[in-house]
């Protein structure tokens, strides 16, 4: 009996050094999930912290505001498709408006619930980015941006200022792909607007707006940690009964100099029906975040 125990478990060893051959061999020559994952962590180094070496919605441009806080609760869904010559990016948009004291202060929660791209080669490798898409097996949001607003002053004599503060955190997915920073981004801005021209019956109006303020985001670099930028942007609003068009040019500076320098030209018709407003928006990336965004967004007002 003992002998025959003895040579079973000869025969099952044998056996058994062709199998771990055969394992080990397959290692050896299919490293594919390792060698990518390791490789994602060399690179992320090599990532340029920067509006122009990222996606469209990595690094947010402050949109400009009327310098007077709404009145009431608002919810904004949008849909909104990126343009560039080695990108195409989809996103979904989602936004909400609080008010805190009516008039005087109000907190906004907006972020990008889903995206989807595909790049080029050629911007893969400058962006020192993974993947030319997203895989289909895996979907991604990006960062939630949290804002609080104050009412400074409201004077139809002069103007209305407002004061914002602004968090970007970290929970954007994608940073293989270059498509969010992982790193946190704050900026305060302040808005003022003035009317220049209003009717008697309040069909139509005419105001001008500007904003300046200060924008920061973390690095990857261990040098510069990092990058201070100053914010601006001037624009105007139209006003004919319920329909009204915007038009602004807004960005920031950094002072690296290392596409830190996005400018916008942004446009914004909508048209208003009984507390329901239809968006279409038009932006032109003039420098360093060069795309051109098309988007459609439904707004109700409560």
Not at 211 to 229: E, I, K, P, V
Not at 259 to 288: A, C, F, I, Q, T
Request: aromatic share 16%.
């Amino acid at each position: 009996m003992n002998y025959i125990l003895l040579a079973y478990n000869l025969y099952f060893f044998q056996n058994m050094r062709y199998v771990y051959t055969l394992v080990f061999s397959l290692f050896i020559l299919f490293p594919v999930s390792a060698q990518v994952y390791g490789d994602w962590h060399d690179d992320t180094a090599l990532l340029i912290y920067a509006p122009r070496y990222f996606g469209p919605t990595a690094f947010p441009v402050p949109e400009l505001r009327s310098g007077s806080i709404p009145d009431g609760f608002e919810v904004e869904a949008r849909g909104e498709y990126h343009n560039y010559i080695g990108d195409k990016t989809k996103d979904l948009y989602l936004r909400a408006f609080i008010p805190v004291v009516r008039g005087r202060a109000a907190i906004e929660v907006r972020f990008i619930a889903v995206e989807d791209y595909t790049l080029t080669p050629e911007t893969r490798d400058e962006r020192h980015a993974s993947l030319l898409e997203c895989p289909s097996y895996e979907s991604y949001s990006g960062d939630v941006v949290i804002s609080a607003f104050y009412q400074l002053l409201k004077s139809e004599k002069w103007c209305d200022i407002m004061f914002g503060l602004n968090l970007k955190t970290a929970s954007g997915g994608r940073l293989c792909d270059a498509r969010f920073t992982d790193a946190a981004t704050y900026w305060f801005d302040v808005n003022a607007g003035k009317n220049l021209l209003n009717s008697h019956d309040g069909k139509y109006a005419l105001y001008v707006q500007a904003m300046a303020g200060f924008y920061c985001w973390m690095t990857n670099s261990l040098l510069h940690r990092q990058n201070d930028a100053l914010l601006y942007g001037a624009g105007f609003t139209g006003v004919f009964r319920c329909v009204s068009l915007s038009s602004d040019i807004s960005g920031f500076s950094g002072y690296r100099n290392n596409g830190d320098h996005p400018l916008l030209w942004r446009n914004n018709l909508k048209v208003e029906y009984r507390r329901n407003v239809l968006s279409l928006r038009y932006e032109h990336g003039m420098k360093d975040s060069l795309y051109d965004t098309y988007s459609v967004a439904y707004i109700r007002k409560f």
